[in-house]
């Protein structure tokens, strides 16, 4: 393939330019050309493309955000706006195409691929709520972002001796919130995946007073409905000091993590690598270590299961 082309869609996550960067240098390792479309699948309707020769994708690898900006286009769910996205990327003489996103940015990418474009997606949201992928471009760095806030927090609310409900991003899933709640050892974490009564929470915050704990952190996916609503049923039913804190888009930015970096390289070369050997309606994604390719259709009717055990192990250790 002498063309091809990359766009970053859906909410951004740290570790798309890593991936940017390594679709285009792995092109340019067997003489291919990359064009950059963006604004998303947005941008393929405008025509926004642009050439990323080497140099365009110097001193990315590092930074948050995507440089080729990102966009949510509603119009492209609809069949016509697809087919003139098809064209155009056919105009632009574009033979190949990477899609970085989420599973709503799959599902587009499966409609191009069933227009005949070849297409291949790289799993990047900070919600991990894709499978066939150990984890998806942008969980590491949004965990440690959340991880290093819920710290301070902590600090401040061992010295007032409060309570803390942290709100954390994760869409309708709590893959985010356990990692999370699990990495910064909250007392509780509530996910949308294991609903649990309210007594609970606050039983395990009494047990921990009793045995002299100085505060508490309850970390609430956005999933699982609004950390101020979780807050005033805890305060009325404990009586205790309770603040809120809704931690929002600042998990989204931030400098890739290592892993991150690591996992959007690999997974933006291997899709360079499986377009030029005909691959198409596939996700490239990393189980145990190693790159694997699975169909859209395959990706978008999975679930990822969030680990009981975890949240269990999350709660024991924190007592
Ligand atoms: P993510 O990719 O992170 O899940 P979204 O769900 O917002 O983010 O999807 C990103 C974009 O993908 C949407 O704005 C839309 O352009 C496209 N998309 C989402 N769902 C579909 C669909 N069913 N068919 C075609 N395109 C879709
Ligand atoms: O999908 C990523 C995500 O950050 C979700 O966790 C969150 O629900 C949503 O996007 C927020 O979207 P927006 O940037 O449009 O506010």
New binding site residues.
Partial sequence: MAKLGVLT???D?PGMNAAVRAVVRQAAATGSEVLGIEH???GLLAGGFRPLPLGAVGGILHRGGTVLF?????????RPA?ERAAACLREAGIEGLVVI???????????LHELGLPVVGIP??I?D?IPFTEHSIGFDTAVNTAVWAIDRIRDTATSHERIFVIEVMG?DSGHLALAVGLAAGAESVVVPEFPEPIEDVCARVVRGRNRGKKHDLIVVAEGAGSAYHVAREVQARTGMETRVTVLGHIQRGGSPTAYDRALASRLGAAAVVGLQQGMSGVMAGMEGGEVRFTPFPQVLAGRRTLDRRLWELTHLLAI
Avoid: I, N, V
């Fill in positions: 869609s859906g909410g996550a998303g699948f947005a990102t966009a949510r286009c509603e119009e492209f769910k609809e697809q996103g989420g599973d709503g940015s799959f599902r587009g990418a499966q409609a990047a949201t919600d709520d869409r």
